[in-house]
C-alpha cells in the first residue's frame, strides 16, 4: 500500500481512486463546446416492445464483478431480443473517463455508457444524456429519487447502489479484549475512548496498532462531509454559489479529523494507508465504506471471516439529524446523439439490467453496497451480509449532496494537509479553502441536492 509522504498525503492514487475522480479540466472544457445548458430532448417511454433492430455498442471500465453482471444480463436479453443485438465494450479503466467525456462532446457517445456520479453532471450540462423515462421505474421505492431529479423534475440517475461509511473490526483483536461488536458505541464520544482502549504504542511511544484507522484522503473527504451532516449543517448556500465551509458544523468537523490524530491519538499517518493497516493488524478498527471489501479481499484472502462491521457512529449517538453522506454508484446513461427509438432500445437494455427487485439484490451483493430500492432494503439476502447490513441500515437517514465540483478536490487536498500534517489551525485552512471555492462556484450552474434530504425518508 501506498504511504503518505512527508510532503503530503497527496500519494499515487489507487485504480479504484482513479475512478471516484471528478471530471478532468479538459473534459470539462471539451464539454463546454456543447453548448452547456442545451434543453434535453424528451425521454422516451420504456413502456413496449423497442421499435429499433440492429446493435447498441455499451461502453464500460474494467471491474470484474460488475462484467460478470453485465455479461449476464447480455445473454438473457439475448433471448428475448434477437433483434437487437448488445455490443459489450470494456476499456481500460484509466482511459475511460477521458474517452466517454471527449465522446460525448463530439456528439459521438455510445448509445449507452457506464457513468460515474462524479462525470455525470459535465455530461447532464453539455445535453449529453437522456433524462429516465417516467414510467422506467416506480421512483417513489427509490432511495435516489430526491437526489437525482433536475430542475425539469426529470430523473437523471438510476444507482445500481450506494456506498456509505461504517466501521470495520477485527473480530480476532476484539475477541482477545474482551469485546464484541455490540461493544462499539452509536455515540462519537464514547467511540473515542473504545479507540483509544483498543491502541497499541512501542516502546517508544509509536502507534504499532491504530484503535481505528481513518489514514486515507478519501475518508477524510467523505467523513468531513458526513459529519456536516451529522449536525445539520450544509456545504453550499441555497443557490449553489457559496461555501458554507468557514460556518460551524464544518468547523466542528473538520476539527474532529485534526484531533483523530494529534489530540485523541488512535490512528497514525506512519501506518499502511487506507485499508492496508487493517489487513495487516495493524488497527483494531477501519473506517470506510463496502467498496473496500470487494478490494482488500483479493489482496488480502487471510481476512475472510476475520471481520465484521458496525454502523457509523454520530454525535447524538441516533440517527437524527443524519448518519452523514451517501454516494451512489451510479450506472448507466443513454446518450442523446440518437434517434429517439434507439435512445428507447437504450433505456428498455438498462430496465432490463437494473430495473427489478431481483436485480437490485443482484447489484448490491456483487458491489458490497445498499441498494437503491427501498423494499430491498430489508430483504434477509441483503440485512445478512455484514457489510451491506451495516450501510443499509443508515440509508434512510444520509444525505446525498449531488454534484462534487471538480475544482473542490486539489483545495480539499491541501486543506487536509494542512490540518493534519502541518496542524494548521483549522479556521484559517477553512478560510483559504472557501475563499478559493467561492471564486468558481457562480462560473457555472451547479447541480447541489443536499438540500433535498428529508430525514428517514
Given at each position: 500500500?501506498?504511504?503518505?509522504?512527508?510532503?503530503?498525503?497527496?500519494?499515487?492514487?489507487?485504480?479504484?481512486?482513479?475512478?471516484?475522480?471528478?471530471?478532468?479540466?479538459?473534459?470539462?472544457?471539451?464539454?463546454?463546446?456543447?453548448?452547456?445548458?442545451?434543453?434535453?430532448?424528451?425521454?422516451?417511454?420504456?413502456?413496449?416492445?423497442?421499435?429499433?433492430?440492429?446493435?447498441?455498442?455499451?461502453?464500460?471500465?474494467?471491474?470484474?464483478?460488475?462484467?460478470?453482471?453485465?455479461?449476464?444480463?447480455?445473454?438473457?436479453?439475448?433471448?428475448e431480443n434477437?433483434?437487437?443485438k448488445?455490443?459489450y465494450?470494456?476499456?481500460?479503466?484509466?482511459?475511460?473517463?477521458?474517452?466517454?467525456?471527449?465522446?460525448?462532446?463530439?456528439?459521438n457517445?455510445?448509445?449507452?455508457?457506464?457513468?460515474?456520479?462524479?462525470?455525470?453532471?459535465?455530461?447532464?450540462?453539455?445535453?449529453?444524456?437522456?433524462?429516465?423515462?417516467?414510467?422506467?421505474?416506480?421512483?417513489?421505492?427509490?432511495?435516489?429519487?430526491?437526489?437525482?431529479?433536475?430542475?425539469?423534475?426529470?430523473?437523471?440517475?438510476?444507482?445500481?447502489?450506494?456506498?456509505v461509511?461504517?466501521?470495520?473490526?477485527?473480530?480476532?483483536?476484539?475477541?482477545?479484549?474482551?469485546?464484541?461488536?455490540?461493544?462499539?458505541?452509536?455515540?462519537?464520544?464514547?467511540?473515542?475512548?473504545?479507540?483509544?482502549?483498543?491502541?497499541?504504542?512501542?516502546?517508544?511511544?509509536?502507534?504499532?496498532?491504530?484503535?481505528?484507522a481513518?489514514?486515507?484522503?478519501?475518508?477524510?473527504?467523505?467523513?468531513?462531509?458526513?459529519?456536516?451532516?451529522?449536525?445539520?449543517?450544509?456545504?453550499?448556500?441555497?443557490?449553489?454559489?457559496?461555501?458554507?465551509?468557514?460556518?460551524?458544523?464544518?468547523?466542528?468537523?473538520?476539527?474532529?479529523?485534526?484531533?483523530?490524530?494529534?489530540?485523541?491519538?488512535?490512528?497514525?499517518?506512519?501506518?499502511?494507508?487506507?485499508?492496508?493497516?487493517?489487513?495487516?493488524?495493524?488497527?483494531?478498527?477501519?473506517?470506510?465504506?463496502?467498496?473496500?471489501?470487494?478490494?482488500?479481499?483479493?489482496?488480502?484472502?487471510?481476512?475472510?471471516?476475520?471481520?465484521?462491521?458496525?454502523?457509523?457512529?454520530?454525535?447524538?449517538?441516533k440517527?437524527?439529524?443524519?448518519?452523514?453522506?451517501?454516494?451512489?454508484?451510479?450506472?448507466?446513461?443513454?446518450?442523446?446523439?440518437?434517434?429517439?427509438?434507439?435512445?428507447?432500445?437504450?433505456?428498455?437494455?438498462?430496465?432490463?439490467?437494473?430495473?427489478?427487485?431481483?436485480?437490485?439484490?443482484?447489484?448490491?451483493?456483487?458491489?458490497?453496497?445498499?441498494?437503491?430500492?427501498?423494499?430491498?432494503?430489508?430483504?434477509?439476502r441483503?440485512?445478512?451480509?455484514?457489510t451491506?447490513?451495516?450501510?443499509?441500515?443508515?440509508?434512510?437517514?444520509?444525505?446525498?449532496?449531488?454534484?462534487?465540483?471538480?475544482?473542490?478536490?486539489?483545495?480539499?487536498?491541501?486543506?487536509?494537509?494542512?490540518?493534519?500534517?502541518?496542524?494548521?489551525?483549522?479556521?484559517?485552512?477553512?478560510?483559504?479553502?472557501?475563499?478559493?471555492?467561492?471564486?468558481?462556484?457562480?462560473?457555472?450552474?451547479?447541480?447541489?441536492?443536499?438540500?433535498?434530504?428529508?430525514?428517514?425518508?
Amino acid at each position: 500500500m501506498n504511504r503518505p509522504t512527508r510532503k503530503g498525503l497527496n500519494r499515487p492514487i489507487s485504480r479504484r481512486e482513479f475512478l471516484r475522480l471528478s471530471g478532468t479540466a479538459l473534459g470539462a472544457a471539451l464539454l463546454a463546446s456543447c453548448g452547456g445548458g442545451a434543453a434535453p430532448t424528451a425521454a422516451p417511454e420504456a413502456g413496449g416492445p423497442p421499435a429499433f433492430k440492429g446493435t447498441l455498442d455499451i461502453w464500460d471500465w474494467e471491474f470484474p464483478v460488475r462484467e460478470e453482471l453485465v455479461k449476464k444480463y447480455i445473454e438473457s436479453w439475448d433471448q428475448e431480443n434477437s433483434d437487437i443485438k448488445i455490443n459489450y465494450l470494456v476499456y481500460p479503466w484509466a482511459d475511460m473517463e477521458t474517452k466517454i467525456l471527449a465522446a460525448s462532446s463530439a456528439k459521438n457517445g455510445p448509445p449507452i455508457s457506464d457513468v460515474m456520479y462524479f462525470w455525470r453532471y459535465d455530461l447532464q450540462r453539455g445535453g449529453a444524456i437522456e433524462p429516465y423515462p417516467d414510467d422506467f421505474v416506480d421512483w417513489n421505492d427509490r432511495v435516489s429519487t430526491p437526489f437525482m431529479k433536475d430542475e425539469n423534475g426529470k430523473i437523471r440517475g438510476f444507482p445500481s447502489g450506494w456506498f456509505v461509511d461504517m466501521i470495520y473490526y477485527n473480530n480476532e483483536i476484539f475477541e482477545q479484549e474482551g469485546l464484541k461488536g455490540s461493544d462499539i458505541p452509536t455515540k462519537w464520544d464514547d467511540f473515542i475512548k473504545l479507540a483509544q482502549q483498543l491502541t497499541v504504542k512501542d516502546s517508544n511511544g509509536k502507534i504499532s496498532r491504530a484503535g481505528c484507522a481513518m489514514n486515507d484522503y478519501w475518508q477524510h473527504e467523505y467523513l468531513w462531509q458526513g459529519l456536516i451532516y451529522q449536525q445539520s449543517g450544509w456545504m453550499y448556500n441555497e443557490d449553489g454559489t457559496k461555501a458554507l465551509w468557514e460556518e460551524e458544523p464544518s468547523m466542528v468537523a473538520l476539527q474532529f479529523i485534526q484531533d483523530w490524530y494529534n489530540k485523541h491519538g488512535i490512528d497514525s499517518l506512519e501506518l499502511p494507508a487506507g485499508y492496508g493497516g487493517f489487513c495487516n493488524d495493524m488497527a483494531a478498527m477501519f473506517m470506510g465504506s463496502g467498496w473496500n471489501t470487494g478490494f482488500f479481499l483479493p489482496e488480502f484472502p487471510q481476512m475472510e471471516g476475520r471481520f465484521d462491521t458496525a454502523v457509523l457512529p454520530t454525535f447524538t449517538g441516533k440517527p437524527e439529524p443524519s448518519y452523514g453522506l451517501a454516494s451512489p454508484e451510479e450506472n448507466w446513461q443513454a446518450f442523446s446523439n440518437y434517434p429517439d427509438d434507439q435512445k428507447a432500445a437504450a433505456f428498455a437494455f438498462i430496465q432490463h439490467m437494473m430495473a427489478s427487485d431481483e436485480r437490485s439484490v443482484e447489484w448490491a451483493l456483487a458491489q458490497e453496497c445498499s441498494p437503491d430500492s427501498k423494499k430491498v432494503l430489508s430483504d434477509e439476502r441483503i440485512t445478512t451480509i455484514p457489510t451491506i447490513r451495516s450501510q443499509a441500515e443508515t440509508m434512510k437517514y444520509r444525505v446525498c449532496f449531488g454534484e462534487r465540483p471538480i475544482e473542490a478536490e486539489k483545495l480539499w487536498r491541501t486543506m487536509f494537509d494542512q490540518v493534519i500534517l502541518e496542524q494548521r489551525a483549522v479556521k484559517d485552512a477553512l478560510h483559504d479553502a472557501t475563499v478559493e471555492m467561492d471564486k468558481v462556484l457562480p462560473t457555472k450552474k451547479r447541480y447541489f441536492t443536499e438540500r433535498n434530504y428529508t430525514p428517514g425518508a
